[in-house]
């Protein structure tokens, strides 16, 4: 039987930050190959990053960054994964499938290699669930529906705006999990999709995530993290708890559960928690400041509620410490880089 010809091939494209070669592709060539690729070189520019042939491809480093954005480059982080929405920006397609460089291919139960990108845009492509939960998990699969009792008004759902895979092997903890629980890995393969609740806040992970740019692309910000910042490994997690609450806002859902992708290297728990530590102690207010935020009606486009965002963030989470002030007006930075990149199509 022939396979299938994948989908979306000009309406996707795979962002991928590395300061390494990225021999990594290799394993994905059979799934990745018929898309663009947008990889954003983090680290010293002058060096070359090797990928393999027959990948369609640009590739941005600093001096890309700095001399596409001028002054506004200061919203992108350095020496750290964040730089990964810089593609973002750039990017001119419809949907985002984001990936790390030491994430491969894994397998279902049976064996079979897991097409990670093909699962994300199923899940992209049809509706989320989030004001009210089905016990059966996602209704639009093949072999599941709608249960008992769920409102037939409710029924079609809404616009998935971000489907957020998992990962097998080692998982995603944090510096403290990953001291006490050195040699755990996630060896559980759970055949489940599900729509994160309305009001439910999730820790978004980036290195296997795939979101709908065209919806909720200007509020996929990965912060300030990195070089000269006090705080590095909470890039994703920030933009996470901004498009939930963005999302909730707007009506759209998210989706998270399958994909898994095989993550194959555990990264330095000391190192870690010399970046996250200040996060830890912050999270425990970054938490409630979020549960608590109400966007204003009259916030009607993601970039007005991402102005809106940061305006609380200055006013509430400055007073936690100044980086958040300093974050606040990055996050505006970001906002006018992304539509002077992107200008409204109407605008004509």
């Not at 309406?11 to 990745?32: A, Q």
């Not at 994909?259 to 290297?265: E, N, R, T």
């Not at 007006?329 to 409204?344: G, Q, S």
Request: hydrophobic fraction near 40%; glycine fraction near 6%; charged fraction near 25%.
């Amino acid at each position: 039987m022939a396979a299938s010809k994948p989908q979306l091939t000009d309406e996707l494209d795979i962002v991928i930050p590395t300061i390494r070669n990225l021999d990594f592709l290799e394993m994905w060539r059979p799934f990745f190959q018929p898309y663009h690729l947008i990889i954003v070189q983090d680290g010293d520019p002058t060096r070359t990053i090797k990928v393999p042939d027959g990948f369609d491809y640009e590739l941005y480093n600093r001096d890309d960054i700095n001399k596409i954005l001028g002054p506004k480059a200061s919203c992108i982080s350095f020496k750290d994964s964040a730089c990964r929405c810089f593609g973002y920006m750039v990017s001119k397609k419809k949907y985002i499938f984001t990936i790390d460089d030491d994430c491969f291919v894994a397998k279902d139960p049976s064996g079979k290699d897991i097409n990670a990108l093909e699962q994300h845009i199923k899940n992209l492509l049809c509706p989320s669930t989030p004001n009210f939960f089905n016990t059966l998990y996602d209704p639009y699969r093949e072999g599941a529906d709608f249960v008992r009792g769920y409102p037939f008004s409710l029924r079609e759902g809404v616009p998935t705006a971000v489907s957020h895979g998992l990962w097998l092997n080692i998982p995603d903890y944090d510096a403290p999990t990953q001291l006490v629980k050195p040699a755990e890995r996630n060896t559980r393969f759970v055949d489940a999709v599900l729509t994160i609740p309305k009001g439910t806040l999730f820790p978004m992970c980036g290195m296997n995530l795939a979101f709908d740019r065209d919806l909720i692309g200007p509020a996929m910000y990965f912060g300030l993290m990195g070089d000269g910042q006090p705080i590095g490994r909470y890039d994703d997690m920030w933009a996470g708890w901004c498009i939930k609450v963005i999302c909730d806002h707007m009506g759209w859902g998210v989706k998270t559960g399958l994909p898994y992708i095989w993550h194959s290297k555990a990264s330095n728990p000391f190192v870690n928690l010399k970046k996250e530590y200040k996060g830890i102690f912050w999270q425990e207010d970054i938490i409630p400041f979020f549960q608590a935020i109400v966007l204003p009606k009259d916030c009607t486009t993601v970039q007005q509620c991402y102005i809106e965002l940061s305006k609380h963030v200055k006013e509430k989470l400055g007073k936690v410490d100044e980086y958040f002030v300093k974050l606040s007006d990055a996050m505006v930075t970001w906002i006018e880089a992304w539509d002077e990149l992107n200008p409204k199509k109407d605008s004509a």
